[in-house]
């Protein structure tokens, strides 16, 4: 849990000064669509950021190795989602485009198991 808890942390970091560098260095460099997708990325990071931090906690509270699962599949999905609409946006190459979706899914896979492992939980 440390390493995801070290991860989390890191990738909240990241998604402040990634936003911080949205606002104010690449403002009056991309256009309108390519600034909100860059924006939703780092909005999608920071968000998965905390939910991985509820992980850990969650974890702690109720130990499960599902809680694995769900902290790797948010990771991923930060990776592959944000990570593909940075690359889209700072380049333009439209290939980055169709892995948005992969990440897309994973964070939904990863909210599933985070369901299952919270039911099991209570058990």
Same mark, same amino acid.
């Given at each position: !849990?440390? #390493?995801?808890? &070290?991860?989390?942390?890191? =990738?909240? #970091? =990241?998604?402040?000064?990634?936003?911080?560098?949205?606002?104010?260095? =690449?403002?009056?460099? &991309?256009?309108?669509?390519?600034?909100?997708?860059? +924006?939703?990325?780092?909005?999608?990071?920071? *968000?998965? +950021?905390?939910? #991985?931090?509820?992980?850990?906690?969650l974890a702690k509270l109720f130990p499960n190795s599902l809680?694995?699962?769900?902290?790797?599949?948010?990771?991923?999905?930060?990776?592959?989602?944000?990570?593909?609409?940075?690359?889209?946006? &700072?380049?333009?190459?439209?290939?980055?485009?169709?892995?948005?979706? *992969?990440?897309? !899914? !994973?964070?939904?896979?990863?909210?599933?198991?985070?369901?299952?492992?919270? *039911?099991?939980?209570?058990?």
């Open positions: !849990m440390k #390493l995801i808890l &070290l991860s989390a942390g890191t =990738l909240a #970091l =990241l998604s402040v000064v990634l936003g911080a560098f949205a606002a104010h260095g =690449l403002k009056n460099k &991309l256009s309108e669509p390519l600034l909100h997708a860059f +924006s939703t990325g780092v909005e999608y990071q920071f *968000l998965h +950021s905390l939910a #991985l931090i509820l992980v850990v906690i809680w694995y699962w769900c902290a790797g599949l948010f990771i991923a999905g930060v990776l592959c989602f944000s990570g593909s609409l940075y690359a889209l946006a &700072l380049t333009g190459i439209k290939w980055f485009g169709p892995i948005t979706p *992969l990440g897309g !899914m !994973m964070f939904i896979a990863g909210w599933a198991v985070f369901v299952i492992a919270a *039911l099991k939980g209570y058990q």
